[in-house]
Structures are given as C-alpha cells and as structure tokens.
C-alpha cells in the first residue's frame, strides 16, 4: 500500500511551485502593466505593476491613432494569413510525407529517412543563406510566395507523424483495403481520423513556428511595411523606428498582442499536445 505524503511536505511543495509560478508570471504582469503606463512612468518606475497614471496613449497608437502609430492591423493581417496557410500546408504535406515514410516500402526510404534526420540536425540559421538565393533566383523575393513557400514542409513535423503512423496496428489499414479502398483513401479516411494526438501537436508546433519566425522573413522580404509581420514588425520598434523615447508602453502593448494568440492555443489544447508529443516521439 503506497504511503501517504505529510500535510507538511504538501505544503512545501506547494509553496514553491506557487513561488516558481510567480516567477515565471511576474515579467507577464509587468508586460501588461507598463503598456497602461504612459512613457515617462515606463522609464522611470519599469517594474512596478501599478500605473500611475493609467494611460492608453499605447494602445491608441498601435491601433492606428496619434502621432506615432504603428501599423498594427497590417502587421496582424500579415501574421495570420502566414500562420493559418503554413499550419494548414504543413499539417496536410507533413502527415503524407509521414504516411509515405511509415508504410509504403520504396527503394530509398531508409536514405529518405537519414537524410530527414540529418536535416533536423541542420541550424536554421546555416539555411538562410540558401533560402535568400533560392528566392531571388525564382523571382518571389519580397513577396508572400517568399514569405510562405518555404516554410509549407518542415522535417521536424514529417518526423513526429512517421512515428505516430508507426505505432498504429497496420491490420485496420488492411482491412480498410480489403473493402477497396486506395492507399489515399486509407490515409484519409480511416488513418488521419485516429492520428488527432499527432495532428493537433503538428497543429500547435506549426502556428507556433510561423507566427513567431522571425529570420526567414528577415531575409525573404526589404522589411517594407505592407510585409511585415507581428514579429518583425515589434523587432523594429525595438530598433527605434519610432523616434526618439523609449516607447516601452507601445512596444510591451504589441508584444502582449503577438503573444496572447499562441498562448491560447497552447492552453486550449495543450492536453492533446502533450498525449501526441509523447506518443509520437517517444515510440518508434
């Protein structure tokens, strides 16, 4: 019979994941606050939670208004329409290359494979270089078909969904061919379905990747503004684009806005995240 913890030890355990909790959440708190602050109170007291006064002088402004707006709404149309077309792109061709690698036996595949691996090992950083001349050689430079092309298939995803496919008992898969089914309408019909751990996880990773990349669009686009995203666009605020001042209400209120869709998204289906992570990760 398993012994029962100590009140006391419940507590200490407890007292230290809340202090851990405040830890981590603090630096949030203070994001939200300062963006209420007007900019002197920013610079002169960063790191308290109170604003005095309360100004919205940074939310006007990243919604368009006063002197020194900032062209959010271009920025947010731009980070959703990339994030949306690369999470449906990569969860489509990711699952397929993933089928492909799990269960159809082509000469090749294990060279397929290594050579997946062998690309995850890559840095992305070594890669844009390439990526810059293979744009400019198309011609797409500067343009959405730069911005989003590229990033439509990733290693990472292919990978997590070959080894989800694998652990799934290929006798269903037989039995749906025995009734005539093609070898896409298996996929389609009777493996994708019981693949939601998996597909939700690629879901989360994908979103996630493309609303916060950074570099590839950095080195695909001029940095005009009708390109920009959330991301890219909060990078050159930073830089000072706005003039003189710190800006830190105006910069913490965008960066609050770039964080907020991806955290409730994790939250939201964070509980399938973790179920496809480990089972497509962990088996093989």
Known sequence: MKARTSPTRQIIAYAALAIFA?????????????????????????????????????WR??????????????????????????????????SLAGYALSRLHF???????????????????????????????LGIYNTYTAMILPLMVDAAGVFIMK??????????????????ASIFRTFWAVVLPMSRPALITLTILAFQGSWNEFSHFLVV?????????LVTGLASLTSGQLGAGTKYPI????????????AVLFFSLQRYFIRGANEGGVKG
């Open 251 to 262: 910069k913490l209120a965008a960066a609050l806005l770039t964080t907020i869709p991806v």
């Open 61 to 94: 402004s990243i919604f368009g208004r006063g002197a020194d707006a900032v062209p959010l709404p271009t920025w947010l149309k731009n980070s959703v329409m990339i994030s949306v077309t690369v999470t449906v792109a990569r969860v489509f061709f990711d």
């Open 221 to 229: 686009t001029q940095g005009t503004a009708d390109k920009q995203t």
């Open 107 to 137: 000469r090749g595949r294990g060279l397929v494979f290594a050579s997946l691996l062998g690309v995850m090992a890559v840095p992305g950083v070594a890669l844009l270089v390439p990526k810059f001349l293979m744009v400019n050689y």
């Open 163 to 180: 080894q989800f496919f694998d652990t799934i008992p290929i006798s269903i898969e037989e039995a749906a061919r025995m009734d005539g």
């Open 22 to 58: 405040v830890m981590f959440l603090y630096p949030f708190f203070i994001q939200i606050a300062t963006s209420f602050k007007a900019d002197p109170g920013a610079a002169s007291h960063p790191m308290s939670l109170i604003p005095n006064p309360i100004s919205m002088h940074a």
